[in-house]
């Protein structure tokens, strides 16, 4: 039996084998006068291979029907490519037509706009520039999951439905079982307790809160999971649905925290330009030509560590005008955090120390009361790819920053039962995902990394 091969492990062959099975869809087609050259992709890797089916095949009128988008099974001899361009090529025995696409395939040899491709999401991954994207996503998982496992880290699966804001915005998607043509009221209200939780449910922004949880009984703990915020915005840096990675660290403070960032950071970077060169060659030939030399920088650099007071003053006195006013008790702006990465130090910038009216509840109050232990990871073109804290371990510090944010305690009771019992200084911190993906590829639109982006108005897929 001829076991099926794939594209990938052929091209790496160091020598040719006498029986393969390969199984893809034809990118190109061309005839010449005894032979049809086929150029086939199983989506393994970015490159095609060769298939040369000579007019002897039963079924070869029907193999020069073939179009772009049809799917066949090829076995045959892997062979040194009499052409140029390919070391290897398959001289097709049998070639088995799975299916015909007809000419009307949307993705035909042509260069897509990402505007269009986004239209048919469903399709996008078959085009040269968004398989290598989700090729780099999926090593980038497993890159993640590596490198917690490495240091001994447990993965938690924290709860997607909660009744908790862990980021206190309300920006939050109701999950709800009762029926919205007529929902049972109490005082002119919606009567909750008639819903299937018997109160309030969403879908969570973070899994930081349950993580938490964990790391007070198992020490080192990360979550890896979507999360959800209704935030009406259409900019290219924010979609509705998205992953986020959310290490917590028992016995940890701030300073842990900020090494762990930047040792993440840079540990993922490296990895997917040892794992991933191919793809990220294409991205760098053709979407940023700075890439590689960007991503090294980000692999080997020693983050520059500034406080959020520095980082103010640094800003007022660059001399530039930026679109947003930048002063103390003012958040910074994807421009700033650019300014500071790009034009001023030139590489990563961990920012630490934000006044605490910028910040949510469970960040470790500093002994100013003005700051809290924050700190925000920013790396060239992208800005913020990481925001964490020391989060606040005495309970009375707690309840008090909960009162001042007029927060429902009730609501925390559990959460607040682990500062009440055997609490110790801990940290974390929120990796987006997809801002990851962004700097590792260089493309520019966070709808374009995700496999289906959910914005506004947009479900479609």
């Known amino acids: 039996m001829i076991h099926r091969r794939k594209i990938f492990n052929l091209l790496q062959s160091d020598q040719p084998i006498d029986h393969v099975l390969i ?45 772009t988008g049809s799917a066949v099974a090829v076995s045959g001899k892997l062979i040194e490519s009499k052409g140029s361009g390919q070391k290897w090529e398959i001289v097709a025995k049998r070639l088995e037509i799975i299916s015909i696409a007809p000419e009307t395939f949307p993705l035909q040899k042509k260069r897509h706009t990402d505007e269009y491709l986004r239209t048919i999401a469903h399709l996008r991954p078959r085009t040269n520039k968004y398989g290598a994207a989700f090729r780099i996503r999926s090593e980038l998982s497993f890159a993640i999951h590596k490198f917690f496992r490495d240091r001994g880290f ?13 980021e206190g915005a309300g920006e939050l998607f109701r999950v709800t079982t009762l029926p919205m043509d007529h929902p049972p009221l109490l005082d002119g209200k919606t009567d909750y307790t008639k819903d299937f939780f018997g109160k309030e449910a ?11 949880m964990f790391a007070l009984a198992l020490g080192d703990v990360y979550t890896f999971g979507p999360t959800f915020r209704a935030e009406n915005s259409n900019t290219s840096r924010h979609v509705a649905e998205f992953w986020m ?36 060659e294409l991205f760098a030939k053709y979407v ?56 001023h130090f030139k590489k990563p910038v961990i920012v630490f120390d934000y006044p605490k009216t910028l ?13 809290v232990a924050a700190m925000d990871v920013l790396v060239p073109r992208i800005g913020e790819i990481i925001g964490g804290s020391q989060r606040e371990e005495r ?33 974390g911190f929120g990796l987006g995902f997809e801002r990851l993906l962004m700097l590792v590829t260089g493309i520019t639109n966070i709808r374009d990394v995700i496999p289906f982006p959910r914005t506004p108005n947009s479900i479609e897929f």
């Open 202 to 212: 969403n879908l969570t922004v973070s899994g930081q809160l349950s993580a938490e």
């Open 288 to 343: 940023d030509k700075q890439l590689i030399t960007t991503l090294n920088h980000v692999a080997e650099a020693e983050f520059k560590r500034i406080s959020y007071t520095t980082a103010v003053e640094i800003l007022k006195q660059s001399g530039k005008t930026f679109e947003f006013e930048i002063d103390f008790g003012k958040d910074l702006q994807t421009e700033h955090e650019r300014y500071l990465t790009e034009a």
């Open 359 to 371: 910040k949510p509840f469970y960040m470790r109050l500093n002994n100013d009361q003005k700051t």
């Open 154 to 166: 447990k993965y938690i699966h924290s709860p997607i439905i909660t009744g908790s804001d862990c």
């Open 23 to 67: 199984k893809g869809w034809v990118r190109t087609r061309r005839d010449s006068k005894n032979f049809s050259f086929l150029e086939i992709n199983d989506g393994s890797c970015l490159k095609n291979i060769q298939i040369v089916a000579d007019n002897a095949l039963t079924n070869y009128d029907d193999i020069t029907r073939l179009s």
């Open 245 to 280: 990675v959310e290490p917590e660290m028992a016995f940890c403070d701030l300073k842990g925290n900020m090494d762990l960032g930047e040792e993440i950071i840079k540990f993922l970077t490296g990895f997917i330009l040892d794992a991933c060169i191919e793809d990220i």
């Open 395 to 427: 309970l009375d510090v707690l309840e008090n920053r909960m009162d001042e944010m007029k927060m429902p305690k009730q609501n925390y009771w559990w959460y607040l039962d682990s500062r009440r019992f055997g609490s110790v200084e801990h940290s």
